[in-house]
């Protein structure tokens, strides 16, 4: 069984940099994907970034040039830079797995708060 365990929420000005940690215990097989969504109490849960186990990486637009998704392959932990952090990047913000195989496997961690004040 995987536990992902999210670090590095907080409270930030508007401008300012936070960087989530997320680290996967268990094993992640060698194709997977890590990424990172967020939620907003009224609004449905939104993807950020992901990288694949390749190392591919992919954005949702409204975090380009501003966030930095990263992964660690040895200590199966992945990163999100946060960078110009504006109010309306406040949530919860979610690690999610997808581990590929015969079958494939889903994982979240259980949430961490960013909170970017004006």
């Known amino acids: 069984q995987v536990q992902l365990v999210e670090s590095g929420g907080g409270l930030v000005q508007a401008g300012g940099s936070l960087r989530l940690s997320c680290a996967a215990s268990g094993s992640i097989g060698s194709s997977n994907v890590m990424a990172w969504y967020r939620h907003t109490p009224g609004k449905q849960r939104e993807a950020v970034a992901a990288?694949?186990?390749?190392?591919?990486?992919s954005y949702a637009d409204f975090v380009k040039g501003r966030f930095t998704i990263s992964r660690d392959n040895v200590k199966n932990t992945v990163y999100l830079q946060m960078n110009s952090l504006k109010p309306e990047d406040t949530a919860v913000y979610y690690c999610?797995?997808?581990?590929?195989?015969?079958?494939?496997?889903?994982?979240w961690g259980q949430g961490t708060q960013v909170t970017v004040s004006s």
């Open positions: 999610y797995v997808k581990r590929f195989g015969v079958l494939n496997y889903e994982y």
């Open positions: 990288v694949t186990s390749g190392g591919s990486t």
